[in-house]
């Protein structure tokens, strides 16, 4: 089957789909407690924040991918970078 794919930024519908892509992503980091009330705080945090943008992906209606861009001050750069974090391609699909 082919599915046609669209990035494009997230918006507030799609945190509960990005909340679960997060729950695949943090279940294979040992490092990382699922908490699905705290993921969906950061993904609404992140959603109203200046300094940061969620993207996904969608195929057929349905969040499939995911990844976040925070800026942040890098003393290496002397000023703002952009810091790529929540990189999350649904596994299931």
Same mark, same amino acid.
């Given at each position: 089957?082919? *599915?046609?794919? #669209?990035? =494009? !930024?997230?918006?507030?519908? !799609?945190? $509960? %789909?990005?909340? &679960?892509? *997060?729950? %695949?992503?943090? #279940?294979? /980091? %040992? !490092?990382?407690? @699922? &908490?699905?009330?705290? +993921? =969906?705080a950061g993904l609404e945090m992140l959603l109203h924040a200046d +300094?940061? %943008? *969620?993207?996904? @992906?969608?195929?057929?209606? /349905?969040?499939v991918a995911m990844a976040s861009l925070q800026i942040v001050l890098? #003393?290496? /750069? $002397?000023?703002?970078? $952009?810091? @790529?974090? &929540?990189?999350? @391609?649904?596994? #299931?699909?």
């Amino acid at each position: 089957m082919h *599915l046609n794919y #669209t990035t =494009r !930024d997230a918006r507030p519908t !799609d945190v $509960g %789909q990005m909340a &679960d892509l *997060l729950t %695949q992503l943090f #279940t294979i /980091e %040992q !490092d990382f407690k @699922v &908490d699905p009330v705290k +993921q =969906r705080a950061g993904l609404e945090m992140l959603l109203h924040a200046d +300094q940061a %943008q *969620l993207f996904v @992906v969608e195929a057929a209606g /349905e969040v499939v991918a995911m990844a976040s861009l925070q800026i942040v001050l890098s #003393t290496v /750069e $002397g000023g703002p970078v $952009g810091w @790529v974090e &929540d990189v999350i @391609v649904d596994l #299931t699909s």
